[in-house]
């Protein structure tokens, strides 16, 4: 197949769009490791990237004039940022109704959380929709369509009724659920088949993949066939082979390190130990999301207090909360019982001259965040579930010293790949997770050095450059007999 354009298309752009006080708009460069890794190979190939940019009709702009606002403040990119306008009601239905009151607890394994409505699955159908009609206006022949996410499910299914046969990806961000939980979706099968209209379907881990796969077999009736490597698996359709696989996504590991190791993050990075001398910090940094396990954390952090009495005095949680959806009454419920905990137990425990947990609820700018990065000794990452979490890649790509160590929950997707070099716990066990806070407090230096240096040389290995490099090229096999293995990786995935 000769190599085409590349057609990117995300629930949002790579650009921010925000309505001033005077009503004109200001637009900024989006952030974020995804960003990163697909602004140089768009660049090089040439494309578009196509997505909503978080503002919506009633908010008094055309996509013409988001289109020329968009032109005059992204110079010299190399590709094309096509923008869509939802409406109230489409954001309201399809983005914070299906997406991110089915399809998110749903795929977390949150389903008392869920909140079933028809009206939220239609309006989600005619944005995929809207979103595929601007995909067919901007699409030539050749050109490798990369889709991206649960918001955008039946984008193929759209294009496939439409007589287009360009070659499709779709990568699922987040875990995708076992069969007893997602057989309790209403649109279960229409779900499964349209996502059999993409050439190519990849997940975080190989528990996703094998997940999906046996939706497939016992919801649709689907006989899988097994062909090719254990991690890469044909699915033979109706209209198509059909390529199933794991990409575990990563980050800039470069980048990280070397902005760990400027002077600005040093002096910021001696400042924080200056003003905490004598004591090792345990950082905790999550989005505001009840998957994020934030509850449990800061109990398990109060028993290993109660636990250890040693630990008082000598440790200190820094637990940075990113403000996430704050309007929503679950999420500021969650954020008010997170900060009554944290009153509850510094009212408990401090004494002159140490506070058990410093809460911070903002985002951090780059440089402060390496500082916290290079300046704590362990990362306390214990999410309920999660697709990857690359706060501990993050981490890991800056502890320049190697002296950090990590505790990560086992239902993370980070802990296939760091599983080993991890102290991996459940967070639901608060007293098991307590022990291994006290564990990592007293763990030998050289036994730190060893495990963090194996994470980060496969944090650098397999790095978003290597995860884009591999989708692409499973994505442009026509069929199994074309394909080519990609080459296994060699941590125990």
């Not at 909140?115 to 239609?122: I, Q, T, V």
């Not at 009212?347 to 002159?352: D, H, N, V, Y």
């Not at 967070?427 to 050289?446: G, H, L, R, S, W």
């Given at each position: 197949m000769s190599e085409g354009r590349l057609i990117i298309v995300s629930?949002?752009?790579?650009?921010?769009?925000?309505?001033?006080?005077?009503?004109?708009?200001s637009i900024s460069a989006g952030k974020g490791g995804l960003v990163t890794a697909m602004a140089p190979v768009l660049k090089n190939r040439g494309g578009v990237w196509i997505g909503w940019p978080g503002i919506i009709e009633e908010d008094g702009i055309t996509e013409q004039n988001l289109g020329e606002l968009i032109s005059k403040g992204v110079k010299d990119s190399g590709y094309e940022l096509e923008p869509i306008i939802l409406t109230k009601k489409e954001r309201d239905n399809y983005y914070e109704g299906f997406s991110n009151e089915i399809i998110w607890p749903l795929f977390h394994d949150l389903i008392s959380l869920c909140?079933?409505?028809?009206?939220?699955?239609?309006t989600y159908l005619s944005v995929n929709k809207k979103i595929s009609n601007k995909i067919m206006s901007k699409i030539?022949?050749?050109?490798?369509?990369?889709?991206?996410?649960?918001?955008?499910?039946?984008?193929?299914?759209?294009?496939?009724?439409?007589?287009y046969n360009n070659r499709i990806g779709f990568f699922l961000h987040i875990p995708f659920p076992s069969l007893d939980i997602f057989s309790k979706l209403p649109w279960r099968k229409k779900i499964l088949e349209s996502l059999l209209e993409y050439d190519l379907i990849g997940f975080q881990t190989p528990r996703d993949k094998r997940?999906?796969?046996q939706c497939v077999r016992r919801i649709l009736r689907n006989k899988v066939q097994a062909r090719g490597r254990e991690n890469l698996v044909f699915i033979k359709s109706q209209s198509r082979d059909v390529l199933v696989g794991s990409f575990p996504i990563s980050i800039d590991y470069e980048a990280f390190k070397d902005g760990a190791d400027s002077a600005n993050v040093a002096e910021r990075a001696w400042f924080l130990h200056e003003n905490l001398p004598n004591r090792k910090l345990i950082l905790g940094i999550d989005r505001l999301d009840y998957t994020k396990g934030i509850p449990f954390k800061l109990k398990a952090f109060a028993r290993a207090l109660e636990k250890y009495p040693d630990m008082q005095k000598k440790v200190s949680l820094v637990q940075i909360l990113v403000p996430s959806r704050v309007y929503i009454p679950k999420y500021k419920e969650l954020k008010d019982?997170?900060?009554?905990?944290?009153?509850?137990?510094?009212?408990?425990?401090?004494?002159?001259?140490?506070?058990?947990i410093y809460y911070i609820f903002r985002s951090l700018k780059r440089e402060e965040l390496l500082a916290y990065y290079r300046t704590s000794e362990i990362a306390l990452v214990t999410p309920l579930k999660d697709g990857m979490n690359l706060v501990v890649k993050e981490f890991c790509a800056a502890n320049i010293e190697e002296t950090g160590i990590v505790i990560l929950s086992e239902f993370a997707g980070a802990s296939a790949q760091l599983g080993k070099e991890c102290?991996?716990?459940?967070?639901?066990?608060?007293?098991?997770?307590?022990?291994?806070?006290?564990?990592?407090?007293?763990?030998?230096?050289?036994?730190?050095?060893?495990k963090m240096k194996k994470m980060r040389n496969s944090i650098k290995k397999y790095d978003i450059f290597w995860w884009v490099d591999n989708f692409i090229k499973a994505g442009v096999y026509q069929s199994y007999e074309e394909y080519i293995p990609i080459k296994d990786f060699d941590f125990d995935y």
């Open positions: 629930n949002r752009l790579p650009v921010v769009i925000d309505k001033k006080k005077d009503g004109s708009f909140n079933f409505k028809d009206k939220y699955w239609e030539i022949k050749d050109d490798f369509i990369w889709v991206h996410d649960y918001h955008l499910l039946n984008v193929a299914s759209e294009l496939r009724q439409k007589g997940n999906f796969l019982n997170i900060e009554r905990m944290v009153g509850e137990i510094n009212g408990r425990f401090t004494e002159l001259g140490w506070v058990p102290l991996l716990v459940n967070p639901f066990d608060v007293e098991k997770t307590a022990d291994t806070i006290y564990e990592a407090y007293k763990m030998d230096y050289k036994i730190k050095r060893k």
